[in-house]
Nanobody
Framework: QVQLVESGGGLVQPGGSLRLSCAAS????????MGWYRQAPGKERELVAV???????NYADSVKGRFTISRDNAKNTVYLQMNNLKPEDTAVYYC???????????????WGQGTQVTVSS
Protein backbone atom coordinates (compact mmCIF):
# COMPACT_ATOMS: atom_id res chain seq x y z
CA GLN A 1 0.00 0.00 0.00
CA VAL A 2 3.03 2.28 0.34
CA GLN A 3 3.95 4.32 -2.68
CA LEU A 4 6.49 7.01 -3.47
CA VAL A 5 5.49 9.66 -5.98
CA GLU A 6 8.16 11.84 -7.54
CA SER A 7 7.84 15.18 -9.27
CA GLY A 8 9.97 18.05 -10.51
CA GLY A 9 11.92 16.50 -13.34
CA GLY A 10 12.23 18.08 -16.74
CA LEU A 11 14.48 19.72 -19.28
CA VAL A 12 16.93 22.39 -18.16
CA GLN A 13 19.95 24.14 -19.66
CA PRO A 14 23.45 23.61 -18.28
CA GLY A 15 23.96 25.77 -15.22
CA GLY A 16 20.28 25.72 -14.40
CA SER A 17 18.45 24.34 -11.40
CA LEU A 18 15.71 21.86 -10.62
CA ARG A 19 14.04 20.77 -7.42
CA LEU A 20 12.81 17.19 -7.15
CA SER A 21 10.19 16.08 -4.65
CA CYS A 22 9.17 12.64 -3.47
CA ALA A 23 6.15 12.11 -1.25
CA ALA A 24 5.49 8.81 0.50
CA SER A 25 1.92 7.77 1.22
CA UNK A 26 -0.05 4.77 2.40
CA UNK A 27 0.47 2.59 5.45
CA UNK A 28 3.42 4.30 7.13
CA UNK A 29 4.45 4.12 10.75
CA UNK A 30 7.91 5.61 10.38
CA UNK A 31 10.32 6.47 7.59
CA UNK A 32 13.99 6.10 8.39
CA UNK A 33 16.58 6.92 5.73
CA MET A 34 15.53 8.41 2.40
CA GLY A 35 17.66 8.90 -0.66
CA TRP A 36 17.96 9.69 -4.32
CA TYR A 37 19.53 7.45 -6.94
CA ARG A 38 20.00 8.02 -10.64
CA GLN A 39 20.63 5.93 -13.71
CA ALA A 40 21.88 7.24 -17.02
CA PRO A 41 21.65 5.28 -20.28
CA GLY A 42 24.36 2.64 -20.42
CA LYS A 43 25.37 3.18 -16.79
CA GLU A 44 24.61 1.49 -13.51
CA ARG A 45 22.31 3.02 -10.96
CA GLU A 46 24.24 5.14 -8.50
CA LEU A 47 23.56 6.75 -5.17
CA VAL A 48 23.23 10.53 -5.41
CA ALA A 49 22.37 11.54 -1.85
CA VAL A 50 20.96 10.07 1.34
CA UNK A 51 19.44 11.63 4.44
CA UNK A 52 18.58 10.03 7.77
CA UNK A 53 15.45 10.77 9.72
CA UNK A 54 17.53 12.99 11.97
CA UNK A 55 18.88 14.99 9.05
CA UNK A 56 22.38 13.58 8.56
CA UNK A 57 23.35 13.63 4.89
CA ASN A 58 25.83 12.09 2.50
CA TYR A 59 26.48 12.85 -1.17
CA ALA A 60 28.19 11.32 -4.14
CA ASP A 61 31.44 13.10 -4.93
CA SER A 62 30.12 14.13 -8.33
CA VAL A 63 27.32 16.25 -6.84
CA LYS A 64 28.90 17.64 -3.68
CA GLY A 65 28.55 21.40 -3.52
CA ARG A 66 25.83 21.42 -6.17
CA PHE A 67 23.00 19.25 -4.81
CA THR A 68 21.22 19.47 -1.47
CA ILE A 69 18.98 16.79 -0.02
CA SER A 70 16.38 17.66 2.61
CA ARG A 71 13.20 16.23 4.08
CA ASP A 72 9.98 17.19 5.79
CA ASN A 73 9.07 14.39 8.18
CA ALA A 74 5.59 15.80 8.81
CA LYS A 75 4.86 15.50 5.09
CA ASN A 76 6.77 12.24 4.51
CA THR A 77 8.58 14.04 1.73
CA VAL A 78 12.20 14.21 0.58
CA TYR A 79 13.61 16.85 -1.73
CA LEU A 80 16.64 17.18 -3.95
CA GLN A 81 17.70 20.69 -4.87
CA MET A 82 19.97 20.51 -7.91
CA ASN A 83 21.99 23.59 -8.82
CA ASN A 84 24.59 24.24 -11.51
CA LEU A 85 23.36 21.26 -13.47
CA LYS A 86 25.65 19.64 -16.00
CA PRO A 87 24.92 17.44 -19.02
CA GLU A 88 26.38 14.48 -17.15
CA ASP A 89 23.60 14.86 -14.58
CA THR A 90 21.13 13.68 -17.20
CA ALA A 91 19.47 10.53 -15.88
CA VAL A 92 16.33 9.04 -14.46
CA TYR A 93 16.22 9.95 -10.79
CA TYR A 94 14.67 7.51 -8.34
CA CYS A 95 13.46 8.15 -4.82
CA UNK A 96 14.20 5.52 -2.19
CA UNK A 97 12.93 5.13 1.37
CA UNK A 98 13.29 2.68 4.24
CA UNK A 99 9.85 2.41 5.81
CA UNK A 100 8.31 0.70 8.82
CA UNK A 101 4.63 0.15 8.09
CA UNK A 102 3.49 -0.92 11.58
CA UNK A 103 5.02 -0.73 15.08
CA UNK A 104 5.88 -4.45 14.93
CA UNK A 105 7.23 -4.60 11.39
CA UNK A 106 10.80 -4.37 10.13
CA UNK A 107 12.24 -1.90 7.67
CA UNK A 108 11.35 -2.41 4.03
CA UNK A 109 12.83 -0.71 0.99
CA UNK A 110 10.57 1.22 -1.37
CA TRP A 111 11.23 2.93 -4.69
CA GLY A 112 9.57 5.65 -6.67
CA GLN A 113 8.71 5.33 -10.33
CA GLY A 114 11.54 7.62 -11.44
CA THR A 115 11.55 11.07 -12.97
CA GLN A 116 13.57 12.14 -16.00
CA VAL A 117 16.10 14.95 -15.67
CA THR A 118 17.63 16.16 -18.91
CA VAL A 119 20.36 18.81 -18.96
CA SER A 120 20.96 20.08 -22.47
CA SER A 121 21.29 23.27 -24.45
Amino acid sequence: QVQLVESGGGLVQPGGSLRLSCAASGSIFRINAMGWYRQAPGKERELVAVITRGGNTNYADSVKGRFTISRDNAKNTVYLQMNNLKPEDTAVYYCNAAIVTTPLSVLSDYWGQGTQVTVSS
